[in-house]
């Protein structure tokens, strides 16, 4: 079935450091890939999507680039701020079913002034 | 628009208890889900519905039951709570499924803890 890898945090960044969290999948099919963002006390809220191969998902200075051959969706920011604590999570919106997010477990960020 | 609600926020049930826990929307959404979060696990999903009238078993649907009697309201219900059922529950909506081009709005969640 479908899958989602993503790096195990925490991770714990000094203010304007570059950020790179790893996700990878699995899917039958062409899979739409998302990143949701989860604030302290919060619901989850979508960051950026892509919906085809080399598509590029932007949003707030975030980035991540639908790569097909490497089945990868690498969430990235050039230089992150504190307001940009929270837990990151991958996903996957199975294709085929239209009924389904397969999620990763999540990635922790602190940064640090 | 409020978006999706969920009540309660938090909630403490003894072993054996039932209860509801409430979702609304107001934004017309066809497709409503219900998902758990636990640590380690990031999100699963229990339940989700099509239309009103129509739901359908997710990956972790044993313990609760759903229903859609309107467009807006997707209730979870626990009809014997159970020690694994602690959880932080959201429910979320959109427009036509999850593919190609929606977007999923999650409510705030509800904590559940069962003792």
């Known amino acids: 079935g479908d899958s989602v890898t993503q790096m195990e945090g925490p991770v714990t960044l000094s203010e304007e450091a570059f950020l790179t969290i790893n996700c990878t999948y699995t899917?039958?099919?062409?899979?739409?890939l998302f990143w949701y963002v989860q604030y302290p006390g919060e619901g989850l809220q979508l960051l950026l999507k892509?919906?085809?191969?080399?598509d590029k998902g932007s949003n707030k200075g975030f980035e991540a680039t639908y790569r097909k051959e490497t089945t990868s969706f690498h969430l990235e920011k050039g230089s992150v701020q504190v307001s940009d604590s929270a837990v990151y999570f991958c996903?996957?919106?199975?294709?085929?079913?239209?009924?389904?997010?397969?999620f990763g477990k999540g990635t922790l960020l602190t940064v640090n002034p | 628009n409020a978006g999706v609600t969920q009540t309660p926020k938090f909630q403490v049930l003894k072993t054996g208890q039932s209860m509801t826990l409430q979702c609304a929307q107001d934004?017309?959404?066809?497709?409503m889900s219900w998902y758990r979060q636990d640590p380690g696990m990031g999100l699963r999903l229990i339940h989700y519905?099509?239309?009103?009238?129509?739901?359908d078993q997710g990956e972790v649907p044993n313990g609760y039951n759903v229903s859609r009697s309107t467009t807006e309201d997707f209730p979870l219900r626990l009809l014997s709570a159970a020690p694994s059922q602690t959880s932080v529950y959201f429910c979320?909506?959109?427009?036509?499924?999850?593919?190609?081009?929606?977007?999923?709005?999650f409510g705030p969640g509800t904590r559940l803890l069962v003792l």
């Open positions: 979320a909506s959109s427009r036509a499924g999850v593919g190609v081009q929606e977007t999923q709005y």
């Open positions: 899917a039958t099919g062409y899979p739409s």
């Open positions: 892509a919906t085809k191969a080399d």
């Open positions: 996903a996957l919106g199975d294709g085929g079913s239209n009924y389904k997010l397969t």
């Open positions: 934004m017309n959404h066809e497709y």
């Open positions: 519905s099509v239309g009103a009238g129509i739901t």
